[in-house]
């Protein structure tokens, strides 16, 4: 359908201005995170009600117009980039806290409510919502949803996944579904569960109610020296066979720390090629205890030095450092690619030794930040896309480093989701004949393939790759990436 | 094995897997001509490396097993499995979706399930998700299949998530003057951060709770629960509210339930109020209970207090001729959907409502 048509036809169903196609708007809209992908869509839709995108849906589905639901575009996998047949469905006016239950500890939300704004209209009540995602300043919990997003603290308190109980979800086809009780279980299979992490190719979560946690009384947050990366992995092991099972457990390399220094000044242990980051929440009386524990642990693991924050501010500070390394990064490198494989634990200290040979071989410097307890790398590749063929060789490098992780026996991403960027690699994981379950799976809720369309699959077509770089909210500094 | 039952899929007209049959409910099919694949000729745990947290085992392997080797490097099953004594398999645990009352400290079923391989409608091996804690790639089949009631796929494989043992743990029960008083005393825990195993509360309006952590914080966190709850707390062993209590004789029915939060009181009192169905066990943080039903006469009743609050519910052990869901099955109809398109040409017993449940609802 041409432009025209389309605007024509979606003016007889929505009001005027709930609809964009300036071409500063479509140009807004032309990439998310992933900023080596731009693709302008044919109209944007801002719906101002869960009504009118159940009307925008089911004229997609009636026209068979391709639609990309977008929340805040932060996605860094090229998940919510345009199609250019389709339209964008911005969500960020359906930005309503629909209700807080204060008693049973849940909320109920519009897809477009920011993150960190939901934590914060709880805080008085001593409750937050755990998923924390560096990006929660401006990223959606509908995005959240879509790509089960973790963040630091998602090694005990796992993903959003674990954190969604129930939802009204819009499917491709128009049907509007419950799916989950909100009490955390269910009879017969798990909807939910399909339905968080799809990627946005199923339909649209239109309400998400949400789990509420009392706030930890009580952190213990330290930076553990290593001479090795290998000694700061095996300290991790360490830490996690004990039975002690910390709130996260992050590891920084050198190059990490010095950017972090020089962005905000955080301070690391001196001479050191990695840092640990660990850090204990709860109760006041476990957490008394636990410190104990782990403080023994780390003195065992031959740190070279071990800071412990004395207080909030200290804990924020190291917080700061860890979360500002990539936009950090940023500054001292024109462009990267961040990628998000996960590997076994027990593989970590052999796929950081590869990486780093894989680096030297390439000439591409490549800085280590990433979620230990849980084997999610975030190998951060500088390069400069001016001079030519540099972009070529990260990409090469990226590729490697995600097929590194398919052999050791780990994942493409840990969760910032397959999206466009690495759709190649899904048949490293999956045969053909899972590929094709998963396919069947979307049509049956998007029998037309209009959610989303081209991307998570591998035979999809792609747009050509452009530059690599900072997210327009990371040059402001409103955002950093972990 | 896994090509017979591949080929079984493709030559009959409807395959049921079977596991150790500790949930027959789910599987009833009266009238239904199946070909039964029984599971438990694959069995074996096929990878486990105690420092990967993760270990992976044929779906037909007893659970009873799996325990037994964790156990030997003090790693547990944090999502609580039930029937473990029964012989309950890998494979039935996963596709019947049911957790104990120790997944308060960790999470249910569905956080641990890491990845599976099963045979889908189309006689094809299928995986979904990874050997790894941690990843987003591809749709999320590991959950999919929980409480799949075989009805989506022949589970051949699992992954799941382990965890250490807690180093200590403590149980403490209160005897409270009603379902009002310990579902408030519940809730004033619930709303601290306190290393909480398990809340529950029986028929005689008793409260358990469980909590772990580190010896040394062992009376330190009851200090502190003793002070939450005023009243008497007696210190128990760590044994679930029932233990025999889920065996059913005669023409009994066991019915598991999930329901919306804040709905524990008016679901209690319901329960109470019905003549033929007593409550075996209520956990107020997850959404469930336990409930037990004289006999198939007994549901209609069941059926309008689950109505009324949003409830839904399936019969898990007694003699029923089907699966039986009651209450709000409004789930139903995307799972068939789903099912449709994982099983085109419905090889597998379907979710649908049948004459049975119209007889329940009269
Ligand atoms: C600086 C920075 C830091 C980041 N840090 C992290 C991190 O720590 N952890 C992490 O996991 N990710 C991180 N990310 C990635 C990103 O923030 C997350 O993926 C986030 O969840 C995306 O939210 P969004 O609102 O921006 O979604 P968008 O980018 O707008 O959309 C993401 C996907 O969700 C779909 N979608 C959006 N809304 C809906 C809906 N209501 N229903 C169905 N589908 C929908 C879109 O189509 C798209 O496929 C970071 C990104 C940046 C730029």
């Not at chain 1, 239950?101 to 914060?120: C, K, Q, W």
């Not at chain 2, 760590?238 to 939060?261: C, H, N, Y």
């Not at chain 2, 959907?337 to 379907?350: E, S, V, Y």
Request: hydrophobic share 45%; proline share 5%; glycine share 10%.
């Amino acid at each position: 359908m041409s432009r025209d048509t389309i605007v024509d036809s979606l003016l007889s169903i929505l009001p005027a201005d709930r609809l964009q196609n300036s071409a500063s708007a479509l140009a807004a809209f032309q990439s998310d995170g992933l900023t080596a992908f731009a693709v302008q869509p044919r109209a944007i839709v801002v719906p101002r009600s869960a009504e009118e995108v159940v009307q925008t849906v089911q004229w997609c589905h009636r026209q068979g117009v391709p639609f990309v639901a977008r929340g805040s575009g932060t996605s860094l996998s090229g998940g919510s980039l345009p199609h250019a047949d389709g339209i964008v469905i911005a969500l960020n006016r359906l930005n309503r806290v629909l209700e807080v239950d204060l008693p049973n500890r849940r909320a109920v939300v519009e897809p477009g409510v920011i993150n960190s704004v939901l934590t914060s209209m709880v805080a008085h009540a001593g409750l937050y919502y755990a998923p924390d995602p560096s990006s929660q300043q401006v990223c959606t919990i509908g995005g959240n949803v879509a790509f089960n997003s973790g963040g630091a603290h998602c090694l005990k308190y796992g993903m959003t996944s674990n954190h969604v109980l129930a939802m009204k979800m819009l499917l491709a086809d128009g049907e509007l579904v419950d799916v989950g009780l909100g009490g955390g279980e269910c009879i017969g299979p798990d909807l939910l569960g399909l339905m968080v992490g799809s990627e946005g190719l199923l339909g649209i979560a239109l309400e998400i109610t949400v789990k509420l946690m009392p706030r930890p009384e009580k952190f213990h947050t330290v930076l553990a020296g290593y001479d090795t990366l290998q000694q700061a992995g095996a300290a991790v092991a360490t830490i996690i066979g004990s039975g002690l099972l910390p709130a996260a457990i992050e590891i920084m390399d050198r190059l990490s720390m010095q950017a972090a220094t020089a962005a905000v000044g955080a301070r690391y242990p001196e001479n050191v090629e990695a840092v640990l980051i660990v850090e204990l929440d709860g109760s006041t009386e476990s957490v008394d205890t636990e410190r104990c524990l782990l403080d023994e642990l780390l003195s065992k693991s031959g740190a070279s030095e071990v800071i412990v924050a004395a207080d909030a501010q200290e804990r924020a500070t190291i917080w700061k450092g860890r979360k500002s390394v990539f936009s950090a990064v940023g500054h001292l490198s024109p462009d990267f690619i961040v990628q998000d494989g996960v590997v076994p634990r027990s593989q970590l200290g052999f796929a950081l030794q590869r990486i780093e040979a894989m680096s030297r071989e390439a000439g591409i410097a490549v800085a280590n930040v990433f979620h230990a307890g849980d084997g999610n790398l975030h190998p951060l590749i500088m390069f400069d896309g001016r001079k030519p063929g540099e972009l070529q060789n990260a990409e090469r490098l990226a590729e490697k480093i995600v097929q590194l992780c398919i052999e050791l026996g780990g994942s493409i991403t840990g969760e910032h989701g397959v999206g466009m960027e690495k759709r190649q690699f899904l048949p490293g994981m999956f045969s053909e004949d899972s590929l094709d379950c998963m396919r069947r799976t979307r049509i049956a809720c998007d029998p037309k393939e209009i959610a989303n369309r081209g991307k998570m699959f591998p035979d999809a077509e792609a747009p050509a790759l452009g530059m690599y770089g900072l997210h327009p909210l990371e040059k402001q500094g409103v955002a950093s990436r972990m | 094995m896994i090509d017979d039952w591949c080929q079984a899929v493709l030559q009959q007209d409807k395959v049921l897997p079977t596991g150790g049959g500790t949930k027959p409910a789910l599987r009833a099919a009266e009238g239904v001509s199946t070909v039964q694949l029984d599971t438990r000729s694959l069995s074996g745990v096929l990878a486990y490396d105690p420092s990967e947290f993760l270990i992976t085992a044929a779906s037909g392997t007893p659970l009873s097993e799996l325990q037994a080797v964790l156990g030997e490097h003090q790693q547990y099953l944090p999502f609580d499995p039930l029937f473990v004594n029964e012989q309950s398999t890998l494979g039935g645990t996963v596709a019947s979706g049911l957790s104990g009352p120790r997944s308060l400290l960790y999470g249910t079923l569905r956080d641990f399930v890491m990845e599976v391989e099963f045979i889908d409608g189309l006689g094809k091996l299928v995986r979904g998700g990874g050997k790894v804690v941690k990843n987003a790639a591809g749709f999320d089949f590991p959950k999919l299949m929980v409480g799949s009631y075989g009805r989506l796929g022949i589970l051949t494989e699992v992954t799941l998530k382990v965890l250490p043992v807690p180093i200590a743990t403590r149980t403490l029960f209160q005897s409270c003057a009603s379902f009002s008083q310990a579902i408030a005393a519940a809730q004033t825990l619930l709303a601290q951060p306190l290393p909480i195993a398990a809340v529950e509360i029986g028929p005689d309006f008793g409260l358990r709770v469980e909590f772990a952590g580190l010896q040394a914080s062992m009376d330190k966190v009851q200090h502190r629960v003793q002070e939450l709850l005023s009243g008497e707390l007696e210190r128990r062993d760590a044994q679930p509210l029932w233990s025999e209590e889920l065996q059913v004789s005669g023409d009994e029915l066991l019915v598991r339930i999930a329901f919306p939060p804040g709905k524990s009181l008016e679901l209690a009192e319901g329960l109470a109020g019905l003549d033929g169905s007593r409550l075996v066990s209520l956990a107020p943080a997850g959404g469930v209970a336990w409930v037990k039903a004289d006999g198939l006469q007994s549901l209609g009743d069941m059926e309008l207090v689950l109505q009324g609050l949003g409830a839904s519910a399936v019969v898990v052990r007694g003699h029923v001729t089907e699966l039986t869901l009651l209450g709000k099955t409004g789930w139903v109809g995307l799972a068939s959907r789903i099912q449709l398109a994982i099983d085109p040409h419905g090889k597998f017993l379907p979710f649908e409502l049948s004459a049975q449940r119209n007889a329940v609802n009269g």
